[in-house]
């Protein structure tokens, strides 16, 4: 069985930091991309950012030079760098892993269950 496990999500205020953990089991990511979504209710499934197992990056338009992605591949860990927080940026954030380099949720079939982020004003 896979599993995808997200942490350390919490309040933070605005202008803050926090980094977020996914750490995967049941089966190797070694070669897989990882990446982070957020989704608020009532609104679509967000792209934050991707890595893929060469280390490559991208990011989304709004958290460019604000997060950075890194994983360790050894272990099977991702991680989320999140500086400059802005209250936009509340959301439940869910780590995610599959053999791909696109930026569509739907082209990632394992998931985290979710941490919330939320940034005060």
């Known amino acids: 069985q896979v599993h995808l496990v997200e942490s350390g999500g919490g309040l933070v205020q605005a202008g803050g930091s926090l980094r977020l953990s996914c750490a995967a089991s049941g089966r190797t990511f070694t070669t897989a991309s990882m990446a982070w979504f957020r989704q608020v209710p009532g609104k679509v499934r967000e792209f934050v950012a991707r890595?893929?197992?060469?280390?490559?990056?991208k990011y989304g338009d709004p958290v460019k030079g604000r997060f950075t992605i890194s994983r360790d591949t050894a272990n099977d860990t991702m991680y989320l760098q999140m500086s400059g927080l802005k209250p936009e940026d509340t959301a439940v954030y869910y780590c995610a892993a599959g053999w791909t380099r696109s930026d569509s949720s739907t082209e990632y079939p394992y998931w985290g269950q979710g941490t919330q982020v939320t940034v005060s004003s």
């Open positions: 890595i893929t197992w060469t280390a490559g990056q």
